[in-house]
């Protein structure tokens, strides 16, 4: 099979390699989910070609269903059917992250005008770069960098949100990509990464600072009435929060890579503030991670995983699908997955193929078959090798928000 990467509403399964069945999507170039699904836009989605060179480091693995998927019914692991489950979910992961009090009210302290951190330092058609601190527990602060284009401003926000130390190519691209449509752009880093990077108080000895921590370690913090969690999400609402009072975007995109992939997933299915969302190489359900190709990264960092956190994963249903599901209902909301099918760390292999259908029918059922009421679906990337946003994916993003602009 020489697969097609697909276009957002029309993947599929088919089959055919060596025997076996594998997952793939049909290609989306004669412009149908173009026209059909956006009120007559008639832009064909971008369309690649698997890369067969690297395809060829391969072995059949990373082109074959996994024997884990046999026998699995998706459906009934996707808990959300109504407005009101989702609504009930994310009130209690909120209340698990903030232990009861909510999504936090209060604003960053605010610097304009400063320097490009190192990681920035190549980006161009910047008119002002703002500071935005934002004040966390255990003398913990995150930094955010507002950046707005030096181009007329089109009114809408973008958040990027780099992994666990990436190099700055991806976020580099994408955000400067973003920056040159006029869109006002905050970068994020994980905690104790880039120029998050910082030391923490002891939590049992108060004004001793330790080094920075491993996400590993960070379960030496986690108490009844504290979780680390808003080490890794508050950043983002207060961020917000200023946003929604001082400029008022009218709609806010958000885009992630690896571990940013997965506060993309896990921020967007908290917040309805955020419009669409593009995770990429941050996540797959629990009961196929131990069966990616190469699966040691792919059970996931400290954050992402049940045994660090059972309050906040303890659905009965798949907390991953649920959360695809949350971040893509509501009005003009939606969420479109990237999984690197050859990715050299994370999230790799083709398991992917066999939630895709059930999760997006199942947004599709729940949107009332309307795309401005709710729509999700995943790009497999075979383009590459890397793990990285490729510049494929990043044209199929652009492609969504240039032409998929439902707000409008």
Not at 92 to 110: N, S
Request: glycine share 12%; proline share 8%.
């Amino acid at each position: 099979m020489r697969g097609m990467e697909g276009g957002w509403g029309i993947g599929g399964m088919v089959g055919g390699f060596d025997g076996a069945l594998t997952g793939g999507t049909v290609a989306a170039g004669d412009g149908t989910d173009a026209s059909g699904g956006y009120g007559g836009k008639a832009a064909p989605r971008p369309v690649a070609p698997v890369n067969q060179e690297s395809a060829a480091k391969f072995g059949p693995e990373y082109k074959t269903l996994p024997p884990a998927v046999v026998g699995v019914d998706i459906e009934p692991l996707i808990g959300m059917n109504t407005t009101e489950d989702i609504e009930a979910r994310r009130a209690f992961l909120a209340g698990y992250v903030w232990k009861g009090a909510g999504r936090p009210t209060t604003l960053p302290a605010v610097e304009q005008g400063v320097a490009a951190p190192e990681e920035l330092k190549d980006i161009t058609g910047v008119r002002r770069i703002d500071l935005l601190t934002v004040r966390l527990r255990y003398q913990v602060t995150a930094k955010v960098y507002d950046l707005l284009p030096r181009k007329p401003w089109n009114h809408r926000l973008a958040l990027y949100h780099n992994g666990h130390g990436e190099p700055p190519e991806s976020m580099i691209r994408t955000a400067q990509a973003l920056l040159d449509r006029g869109y006002r752009v905050m970068a994020y880093a994980m905690p104790f990464h880039h120029w998050n990077a910082q030391g923490i108080e002891d939590p049992d000895h108060p004004g001793t600072m330790l080094p920075p921590p491993s996400h590993r370690e960070l379960a030496s913090w986690e108490r009844p009435e504290f979780s680390t969690l808003t080490f890794f999400l508050e950043p983002l609402t207060v961020t917000l929060n200023y946003a929604e009072q001082t400029y008022r975007p009218r709609s806010v995109e958000m885009i992630g890579l690896s571990g940013g992939g997965w506060t993309t997933t896990v921020y967007s299915a908290l917040d309805p503030r955020v419009t669409r969302s593009y995770p990429v190489a941050g996540s797959l359900p629990f009961f196929l991670r131990a069966a990616s190709p190469k699966p040691g990264p792919t059970i996931g960092d400290f954050e992402q995983t049940k045994e660090s956190f059972p309050g906040f994963y303890a659905a009965s249903s798949d907390d991953f699908l649920d959360m695809y599901v949350m971040a893509s209902i509501g009005e003009n909301r939606g969420q479109l997955q990237i999984l690197n099918r050859f990715d050299k760390c994370c999230f790799n292999g083709v398991s992917h193929r066999v939630y895709q259908t059930p999760v997006r029918d199942r947004v599709r059922l729940m949107a009332g078959g309307r795309p401005e009421r709710g729509r999700w679906d995943l790009l497999e990337d075979a383009t590459h090798d890397d793990h990285t946003i490729s510049p494929y994916a990043l044209s199929v993003i652009l492609w969504d928000l240039d032409t998929g602009d439902i707000t409008t």
